[in-house]
């Protein structure tokens, strides 16, 4: 199992960018695979720093519909023609944050990528490659985090807040060990791992790359360190698991994980390459 972190918030590698965005390449059974594609171009320009071929991914997988994560694939289309975009059905609609209390802004995918001829919705669990999986319908079971509360969807001629029915874990198996991205776990990481669980994707071995959206991304405003403990104690109940954290999981709240969790939360950062 290859990973490659193509874009995140951080970086530590000279001549790789980064950005509010996540994209990460992996080859896995003898498939070239794309998850998300950032917020426009930075994650071509990286993986072409990083010996990437992006004509090469035999499909890309997007996480949700936002545009942090959507944005580039307008131009992933444009060098890769013919590779196969699988997302969860509702991942085209528009997805909306307020700001002000009363004003609602689109922050999903781009328009125009919407209705590519490219796109497989995924309304059921889907083996994509052999030993690759995408995992559509989880539901929250403990909603205890709240920093997704400014995400909204439309619901009539009115807005409600985000359902998440857009998102979707990838997992891929390798022997006895399992491999899970989620992107930003706006359904919280805890409940999805508890689904993962029930639905039996995950392996003695688990190695879960995140962003756990811990924070207010307008506001930058952390979940509460009681809310941190809980939710540190959550992850820490699955055995066998080693998390690697970043993009909306914010600096804060990742000291705070660490502080609790140890040697099973490590970084992610833009660039870094990862072998299993």
């Known amino acids: 199992m290859k990973i490659i972190i193509l874009v995140e918030?951080?970086?530590?590698?000279?001549?790789?960018?980064?950005?509010?965005g996540l994209s990460i390449y992996m080859e896995t059974g003898g498939a070239r695979i794309l998850l998300d594609a950032g917020q426009k171009e930075l994650f071509a320009h990286n993986a072409a720093a990083l010996g990437v071929d992006l004509?090469?991914?035999?499909?890309?997988?997007l996480s949700h519909g936002h545009g942090d994560h959507s944005g580039g694939l307008p131009l992933f289309r444009s060098i890769n023609p013919t590779a196969p975009v699988y997302m969860a059905r509702q991942a085209t609609r528009r997805s909306y944050v307020r700001r002000f209390g009363i004003l609602h802004f689109n922050v999903g995918?781009?328009?125009?990528?919407?209705?590519?001829?490219?796109?497989?919705?995924?309304?059921?669990?889907?083996?994509?490659?052999?030993?690759?999986?995408?995992?559509v319908g989880i539901?929250?079971?403990?909603?205890?985090?709240?920093?997704?509360?400014?995400?909204?969807?439309?619901?009539g001629l009115w807005f409600a807040q985000d359902d998440f029915a857009h998102e979707l874990a990838f997992v891929v198996h390798e022997g006895d060990s399992a491999f899970v991205f989620s992107s930003c776990s706006h359904l919280g990481l805890h409940d999805i791992m508890g689904a993962l669980a029930e639905r039996g994707y995950l392996r003695p071995r688990t190695y879960v790359f995140a962003g756990m959206h811990l924070y207010v991304a307008l506001k930058g405003t952390p979940e509460s360190p009681a809310v941190l403990e809980r939710f540190a104690a959550d992850l820490l109940a699955f055995p066998g698991v080693t998390y690697y954290a970043g993009h909306c999981t914010g600096e804060v709240a990742f000291s705070y994980l660490k502080s609790q969790m140890g040697e099973r939360l490590q970084p992610m950062s833009s660039g870094d390459v990862f072998m299993f």
């Open 9 to 20: 918030n951080t970086t530590n590698r000279p001549g790789i960018e980064a950005e509010h």
């Open 55 to 61: 004509s090469q991914v035999d499909y890309a997988v």
């Open 109 to 135: 995918m781009p328009r125009a990528f919407a209705s590519d001829a490219g796109i497989v919705g995924l309304d059921a669990d889907r083996e994509l490659s052999h030993g690759a999986w995408a995992v």
């Open 139 to 155: 539901q929250r079971q403990s909603p205890y985090l709240r920093s997704s509360s400014n995400l909204y969807m439309r619901k």
